[in-house]
């Protein structure tokens, strides 16, 4: 590159007359390489374009996956605590923990089906008296009636001294038969045995025998059983 001050060759790639120092018209700039093109503007719209793609796969590929997830091959089962089937779940009678109230409309109806003759009768896996049936029963419908949960215990309890009843054939409603439930069960309670009988209306008149008493009660618990509520009333025997 001729200088254009003292007229002396330099090389070309010179930026100051390598004779008199003049700079050099043309001559390339400190710092920049003068072979380089300046970027095309064209190159950050390609980036720019890049990048909204980028970003659009994204959100489509997280749209898929939302619905693949609520598909209903693809749905995680809820697992609740409870145990499957629970409603068929038969609560237990032991001697020791006694008899669960749900449990005593199935006892009536085994009574039922037997009749009040029997000196014991199995039911559950327990073996229970005559005694033992009277008490569960009566103390059964009151708890039915408050609606009350719960297990009746199966105690010992001595036969009546002289069991004994007038009435053989009557209506009994069911205001009349709550209440001889809690009066047994009650006497039984406080005396260790069987009453001799039970008055319908009025406490200590010789109405019902224990035995017509069983039978009553397990006629009122047996139609519970099968309609799900007390009985207006009841007739015997």
């Known amino acids: 590159m001729k200088c254009k001050n003292c007229g002396h060759d330099n090389d070309l790639d010179s930026a100051f007359c390598e004779e008199c120092g003049s700079k ?26 890049l990048i909204v793609a980028i970003v659009a796969l994204v959100i489509i590929l997280g749209i898929m996956g939302g619905i693949l997830l609520k598909l209903p091959g693809n749905s995680t089962p809820v697992v609740n605590n409870t145990t499957a ?3 068929t779940v038969t609560e237990q009678i032991s001697l020791t923990a006694g008899v669960p109230v749900s449990q005593v409309p199935g006892l009536a109806q085994a009574i039922s089906g037997t009749g009040v003759g029997f000196t014991t009768i199995s039911y559950g896996g327990v073996t229970l008296d005559k005694n033992q049936c009277l008490y569960i029963l009566s103390k059964g419908i009151v708890m039915i009636n408050n ?27 069911k205001t009349e038969y709550v209440d001889m439930a809690q ?13 001799n009988y039970i008055g319908i209306k009025v406490s200590g ?24 509520q007390l009985p207006a009333s009841v007739t015997i025997p």
């Open 24 to 49: 050099l018209v043309g001559g390339p700039s400190f710092g920049r390489n003068p072979q380089s093109k300046p970027k095309k503007e064209g190159s950050k719209t390609t980036n720019n374009i």
């Open 85 to 87: 089937n629970n409603s």
């Open 147 to 173: 609606a009350q949960t719960g297990n009746i215990p199966i105690n010992q309890y001595k036969n009546p001294d002289n069991a004994y009843g007038t009435v053989t054939s009557t209506t009994i409603t």
């Open 183 to 195: 009066r047994t069960y009650t006497w039984m309670d406080n005396n260790g045995q069987s009453p």
């Open 205 to 228: 008149q010789p109405d019902l025998s224990p035995d017509t008493l069983l039978s009553l009660y397990s006629k009122v618990l047996t139609q519970y059983k099968s309609t799900g």
